[in-house]
């Protein structure tokens, strides 16, 4: 049985290829989410079952609010089983590189009819960083497991490189999706055009972002996100010493003077990373450490985000997601070995809308 037939998904929401494929709000509600069970010594080092454990907490975590499919090796499929097991969690057993589900899971999108599909971006290790073979399969395996129509882009790029409103309107980064290291001879122009093709959208919001400074040469997912159609929260990093600190500036006074498809101005919130992180063996004389509060995870009925040990900054997190947010409850969890790889929640789940 294929996780399609499970789900109630079956070749009958696949739509006529005239139809408008369209890259839904993720805060709309969701079918469930998958993250991966998938650290290994190669990538991790000794970090690579604190990372497991903290996947294992994640998925525990949002099964309280709706279903979870762990994605894992089949060689650690009974591991993956005794260290997610909770109500609501299934697993998939696949070839797997990384633990990072976002980026090469593919981006879903719907159309009007109901009809369900993926749209695959040729992941390739965030420009060849990292050995990605398995992971650059995982989108299509996706598509097939849920009977899905798989659309394959003819560019390359990650899905934690993209936000969207859901209504026409996305926010990306030009650092990463204007880089040869993904799309070599592409021209802005040119990369827009496809993206609006692919994700149905109207509009795009383009940041600079910055090259080389984390492996996904400036993922959106850790600069702006939306709460709702023309409401935005955005990264503002307050350390002077950050290369975040002008690039997070010159983010927040384009998109101060930005409109989105409808020609709406963008309501801003500002919500900072930590300033003062608890010392762990994660974060101590590691530079790729992320410690970004942006980078959460909304489920149906609750957002599941991190925290860092500084107890003003992880209160302001709440109270601010709790005010954007204000039917759903706000969970946060401690992630230090995940954000020790330079990644977050949002980065290592991806969300399958219900259609």
Known sequence: MTLATGLGLGLGRVALATERWYMPDE?????RVFVAYAASADVWEDFAPAVN?????LARAIAEFQPVTVLCRPAQLAEAKRACAA???DFMAMPLDDIWVRDYGGCYLVND???LALADFNFN???GKQHAQRDGEVAATLAEELEARHIVSALCGEGGGIEV???GTAILTESCWVNDNRNPGWTRPRIEAELKQRLGLRKIIWLPGIRGKDITDAHVDFYARFVEPGVVVVNLDNDPQSYDYAVTRRHLDILKGATDADGRPLKLH???PPTRPKPS???RDNPDFAAGYINYLPVNGGVIAPKFGDAAADEHCHALLGELYPDREIVQLDIDPIAAGGGGIHCVTSHLPAV
């Open 53 to 57: 454990a903290t996947v294992a907490r």
């Open 270 to 272: 500002s919500l900072p």
């Open 281 to 283: 063996q994660y974060n």
């Open 87 to 89: 109500e609501g969690v």
């Open 27 to 31: 805060h709309r509600k969701q079918e």
């Open 165 to 167: 409103d859901g209504h």
């Open 113 to 115: 009819a109901g009809g």
């Open 125 to 127: 290790g965030w420009g």
